[in-house]
């Protein structure tokens, strides 16, 4: 089993930046996919960003439009950790963001195979 454990979140003004860290308790962490997804009251969980086992110089990660240019993935498989940098964050960011986990890149946007428990992310105008 997988465990996934989520920091980093808190209550921040418009534009300003939050940095995301996702530890993972596993021995295979360069097998997993890891993504970020996030969720508010009444709708559906969103993605947000996701990466591959090894990423260089940006390729191989993905990002939804809305965040684009101002959130960036990383990964340190040494480490076993994930992070998401969030910069000029806008009062819509706000939600409840989960690490997400699979073993395979091809289900990683729609059903990863392990979750996190989330941490909130609050933005105020």
């Known amino acids: 089993q997988v465990q996934l454990v989520e920091s980093g979140g808190g209550s921040v003004q418009a534009g300003g930046s939050l940095r995301l860290s996702c530890a993972a308790s596993t021995r295979t962490f360069v097998k997993l996919a890891m993504a970020w997804f996030r969720q508010v009251p009444g709708k559906q969980r969103e993605f947000v960003a996701a990466a591959n086992w090894v990423t260089h110089s940006g390729s191989g990660t993905y990002y939804t439009d809305s965040v684009k240019g101002r959130f960036t993935i990383s990964r340190d498989n040494g480490e076993n950790t994930v992070h998401l940098q969030m910069n000029s964050l806008k009062p819509e960011d706000t939600a409840l963001y989960y690490c997400?986990?699979?073993?395979?890149?091809?289900?990683?946007?729609?059903?990863?195979?392990?979750w996190g428990q989330g941490t909130q992310v609050t933005v105020s105008s």
């Open positions: 997400a986990a699979s073993n395979t890149i091809v289900k990683i946007t729609t059903a990863p195979d392990y």
